[in-house]
């Protein structure tokens, strides 16, 4: 069992109103992600995300209470207990990191990226990212000293409300704990499977792959591989990043932080190219699983159109199935030229 890209061709006969009524048919694939097995459709539709009203959205926020902005940070969040973090709070520049208030994990913090209220998407480069980021590294590399039971990392990030985000003020929330989430579990299950059949590692033989077929491949940026990925899981296609010499976000580096930020900004660039102003992203990571290796997804997201709708329906709700409009490769060559400008 090698490296596999399955997918199945089908398509999807009707009447078109808008073609005379004449017969016409829309293609589509059933990807099978390479890893996990998992199913999502692909589509190649003609959409184009339009501009939302973010200045709109930003004055609403400022009338509601935030327990983020300076004002409020000190006395309105929690403080760690001292015998895991000493001064109570991890402060690096002007990043401060807060114990989790809805906790997702046994260990989970929340990473204010900034004292500002607001950072719009176009200022988030690699310098107004990488305190948060690093906080969040200290942040689990202490849980990891404290908690011998902890064996699953993640740091995960929704920016706006229509990503998930209750709060407009950029925050990070990095978690650690004795059980892992589905993806990650999955992630874990299918690198044991391919290194039992193979006796090869997957991520390393995925990117010698994905360079080989040049299809989706972004290149490297020092320690870390970006691609996009061949099974998308959200409704646009969404971006892959692998540290291939990395099995913890405990034992990464400062270094592999700056190659991981310069590449998440290239991603960044390219949404606003596109009016997607909202995005997830996730770095899972396993503390010690020998086969496992530290990889990122970023995932764009859409304002709801003037109805209200989401960009997150049926199919990935009920029967946990993707569902994306572009294929991968439609989009990769724009994408490139963004991310290596």
């Known amino acids: 069992m090698s490296i596999e890209f399955k997918k199945i061709t089908g398509k999807t006969r009707l009447l078109n109103p808008f073609k005379g009524n004449s017969l016409d048919e829309i293609p589509f694939e059933i990807r099978f992600d390479p890893l996990t097995g998992t199913t999502g459709r692909v589509f ?24 983020f902005c300076p004002a409020a940070l000190e006395k309105s969040t929690p403080e760690f207990p001292k015998d895991l973090i000493p001064e109570g709070r991890i402060k690096v520049g002007d990043a401060t990191l807060i114990p989790n208030l809805a906790p997702f994990e046994k260990h989970a913090g929340v990473a204010i990226l900034s004292p500002e209220h607001f950072l719009p998407m176009e200022n988030l480069t690699p310098e ?146 596109e009016n997607i102003y909202s995005f997830n992203v996730s770095i899972f990571s396993s503390k010690e699983e020998k086969s496992h290796r530290v990889n990122a997804r970023i995932c764009p997201r859409l304002f709801p159109r003037p109805i209200g709708n989401s960009d997150i329906a049926y199919p990935q709700m009920m029967h946990r199935e993707s569902f994306t409009v572009r294929p991968p490769e439609a989009v990769r060559e724009k994408l490139l030229g963004v991310f290596k400008s």
């Open 128 to 273: 107004t990212m990488r305190n948060a980021f690093s906080a969040s590294l200290l942040y689990l590399k202490r849980v990891a000293e404290a908690d011998p039971l902890v064996q699953y990392f993640s740091i995960n990030w929704n920016y706006m409300p229509c990503a998930g985000s209750s709060i407009v003020h950029a925050h990070l929330q990095p978690n650690a704990g004795e059980v892992p989430t589905n993806a990650l579990r999955e992630q874990i299950e299918g690198c044991r499977r391919y290194e039992q059949v193979n006796r090869r590692n997957f991520w390393k033989d995925l990117i010698q792959v994905e360079k080989q077929k040049n299809e989706r491949d972004l290149g490297s940026i020092g320690s870390a591989f970006w691609t996009m990925s061949f099974a998308p899981v959200s409704f646009l296609p969404d971006v892959q990043c692998v540290f291939p010499e990395r099995l913890s976000l405990a034992e990464l580096s400062n270094d592999d932080l700056e190659c991981f930020l310069e590449g998440l900004s290239g991603i960044l660039k390219y949404f606003l190219e």
């Open 44 to 67: 190649n539709l003609p959409f184009q995300a339009e501009m939302p009203d973010v200045a709109g959205i930003v004055d609403r926020s400022k009338k509601i209470f935030c327990p």
